[in-house]
């Protein structure tokens, strides 16, 4: 005899629940119809669920629409720990903004701002005013704006300037940076034709001299902060382009990529260069991003001669590129910091993660291995480890900085690396490591709130071995 089909009697109507005291509460806190829409998902799984005889009561169910709209609830955008050694990651938001930076944020967020009112005069205003000078200041630029990131510091540069014309640029220059983003590709979509000069490892003066004529918009120099060709290479310098250019009367675009305002030496970096030596070599145009070794919100800058900051202004893709309120109020905050370069690694976070001291890592490290072997126990074999941290975000691409870190090899292999990295990325404050040579790594460099991961570890559940 065929078994009975579950009857759906079993299963209360969506006004039933919705009648039920703890579902009533669920309503003020989240609305009535993201409630009732909770109501009738959970019905409807737990429908699929019936099973002949089988009934939910009201309890089970009610508990079921709270763990869902619990869910629900929660940002996808979640804080989290980057342990994975990459000080600034793309994927983990790049850089962690100082608090100066994030009380400038919120202020700007809570109340209407001046963002394009001139108090002195009571007229319109530039939003560009706000950090105008301060960016003059320290880079020594005659003029400078701002956008939304990087990349489309460059598009507005190029579509400004050569929209039309050539832009000549070296091959060894023609950069792919993550998200797929390649030069040759932006340079398209602003309008400008790109000329090639030179080849993949060697480019000389020689090579640019010959590609200048009448259809010359411009001379782009990329700074190729992602990756390194070495061995028998040339490449022309930046004073030498500014020369070249300033002969022809075309403009000199010298695209940095991340950018630097301070001498990275100072924190015991290879030195890269800062965007006060590309305005002294005679760029008359440079580009540089907000997010990354500078420390603040996402933002793209451009800064050098006034007329040709005057025409990027004039462009109408200048609008849709601005940054907003937020963002502003955000990176003034960090730009006044670099008024005070011997504080600096204390008050901005990038550069205090950078110059941290291998020992303080190191005795961090000492202090979690035991907390954290005796919450896996038997499962793993826990131990502190000497390891290596990098920038990130194409900045000294093959340059590594001495760190220490905690060294997870759970007994079962690989699968059970993965469950492990998996656990830990379900913590209601997930912990980002790097897996390497079947061991989880939590590279501490990056670790502020030492009490805070010790107490998102009691949320941590394993998987049972087979």
């Known amino acids: 005899m065929a078994e009975a089909a579950p009857s759906l009697r079993y299963l209360p109507s969506v006004d039933r629940v919705l009648r039920q005291p703890d579902v009533a509460t669920l309503v003020e806190q989240h609305g009535r119809a993201e409630t009732t829409q909770a109501v009738r998902?959970?019905?409807?799984?737990?429908?699929?669920?019936?099973?002949?005889?089988?009934?939910?009561?009201?309890?089970?169910?009610?508990?079921?629409?709270?763990?869902?709209?619990?869910?629900?609830?929660?940002?996808?955008?979640?804080?989290?720990?980057?342990?994975?050694?990459?000080?600034?990651?793309?994927?983990?938001?790049?850089?962690?903004l100082a608090e100066e930076a994030v009380k400038a944020a919120t202020a700007a967020m809570r109340e209407a701002v001046s963002l394009e009112f001139d108090l002195a005069s009571g007229r319109r205003g530039e939003r560009d005013d706000h950090i105008r000078a301060l960016v003059c200041e320290l880079t020594g630029a005659e003029d400078a704006t701002l956008v939304n990131n990087n990349a489309a510091a460059v598009l507005l540069a190029l579509n400004t300037l050569s929209q039309g014309r050539e832009a000549i640029v070296s091959r060894g220059e023609l950069i792919e940076i993550g998200g797929a983003f390649r030069m040759p590709e932006i340079m398209a979509r602003a309008g400008a034709r790109l000329r090639e000069v030179g080849t993949?490892?060697?480019?000389?003066?020689?090579?640019?001299?010959?590609?200048?004529?009448?259809?010359?918009?411009?001379?782009?120099?990329?700074?190729?902060?992602?990756?390194?060709i070495e061995g028998f290479t040339a490449e022309v310098g930046s004073r030498d382009l500014a020369k070249l250019a300033r002969r022809h009367n075309v403009p000199f675009v010298n695209d940095l990529g991340s950018g630097t305002l301070v001498d990275l030496s100072r924190f015991g970096l290879r030195k890269e260069p800062t965007v006060r030596e590309a305005v002294e070599e005679g760029a008359d145009l440079i580009t540089f991003s907000g997010d990354k070794l500078l420390g603040g919100p996402q933002a793209g800058f451009i800064v050098g001669r006034k007329d040709l900051i005057a025409a990027i202004n004039r462009n109408p893709?200048?609008?849709?590129?601005?940054?907003?309120?937020?963002?502003?109020?955000?990176?003034?905050?960090?730009?006044?910091?670099?008024?005070?370069?011997?504080?600096?690694?204390?008050?901005?976070?990038?550069?205090?993660?950078?110059?941290?001291?291998?020992?303080?890592?190191?005795?961090?490290?000492?202090?979690?291995?035991?907390?954290?072997?005796?919450?896996?126990?038997?499962?793993?074999?826990?131990?502190?480890a000497p390891c290596s941290s990098q920038i990130?975000?194409?900045?000294?691409?093959?340059?590594?900085i001495p760190s220490f870190g905690i060294v997870i090899r759970p007994k079962g292999g690989g699968r059970a690396v993965d469950a492990l990295s998996a656990a830990f990325r379900s913590l209601p404050w997930p912990v980002i490591g790097r897996v390497a040579e079947g061991a989880l790594v939590f590279d501490l460099r990056c670790l502020e709130h030492e009490d805070a991961f010790r107490d998102n570890l009691a949320s941590l559940r394993l998987e049972a071995g087979p």
């Not at 480019?203 to 120099?221: F, N, Q, S, V």
């Not at 940054?323 to 976070?349: F, G, M, N, S, W």
């Open 41 to 96: 998902d959970t019905l409807a799984v737990l429908r699929e669920e019936m099973r002949p005889g089988i009934a939910f009561d009201d309890a089970t169910i009610v508990s079921a629409v709270i763990a869902l709209l619990d869910t629900r609830a929660q940002p996808r955008l979640k804080p989290l720990f980057n342990l994975t050694g990459t000080v600034l990651h793309t994927n983990l938001g790049r850089a962690v």
């Open 200 to 228: 993949t490892n060697r480019t000389h003066p020689r090579d640019y001299a010959d590609a200048m004529g009448p259809e010359t918009g411009l001379i782009l120099k990329v700074h190729t902060s992602n990756y390194r």
């Open 392 to 400: 990130g975000s194409g900045a000294l691409p093959l340059d590594t």
């Open 317 to 384: 893709m200048k609008r849709a590129l601005r940054v907003d309120k937020i963002r502003l109020a955000a990176c003034e905050a960090t730009l006044r910091l670099y008024r005070d370069p011997d504080r600096l690694a204390q008050r901005l976070p990038t550069m205090s993660f950078l110059a941290r001291n291998v020992e303080d890592v190191r005795q961090q490290a000492f202090r979690l291995a035991p907390v954290l072997a005796k919450i896996l126990g038997d499962s793993a074999v826990v131990e502190g």
